[in-house]
């Protein structure tokens, strides 16, 4: 019943800009924080960034901090990524995550299928 649906992904150069943004249902999604994380080929699963569920408070981590913004509209069941200077080591899957309650703790109960960045060129 939990759908968590990434969309955004795509080719970006040094430098560049996306946004990603995940389509949420099946759950009262202003009750939950939500969060993103990420893979890259051979590795493990990254946390990335995390919003609380009333959208006010944010974290990142360090390696994303100052280029990323993270972002939801409660009212649309959406959470974003905003991507900014990315860089060829931000390449990876990166996957939309529900938090097990309305605090960042990076647990995860549900998550996407991905969408995929790559920074290159």
């Known amino acids: 019943q939990v759908q968590l649906v990434e969309s955004g992904g795509g080719l970006a150069q040094p430098g560049g800009s996306l946004r990603l943004s995940c389509a949420a249902s099946g759950f009262t999604f202003s009750n939950y924080a939500m969060s993103w994380a990420r893979q890259a080929p051979g590795k493990g699963l990254e946390w990335v960034s995390g919003i609380w569920s009333g959208g006010t408070v944010t974290l990142y981590a360090d390696s994303v901090r100052g280029r990323f913004t993270i972002s939801r509209d409660n009212a649309k069941n959406t959470v974003y990524l905003q991507m900014n200077s990315l860089k060829p080591e931000d390449t990876a899957l990166y996957y939309c995550?529900?938090?097990?309650?309305?605090?960042?703790?990076?647990?995860?109960?549900?998550w996407g299928q991905g969408t995929q960045v790559t920074v290159s060129s």
């Open positions: 995550a529900k938090e097990t309650s309305s605090s960042v703790t990076r647990e995860y109960d549900y």
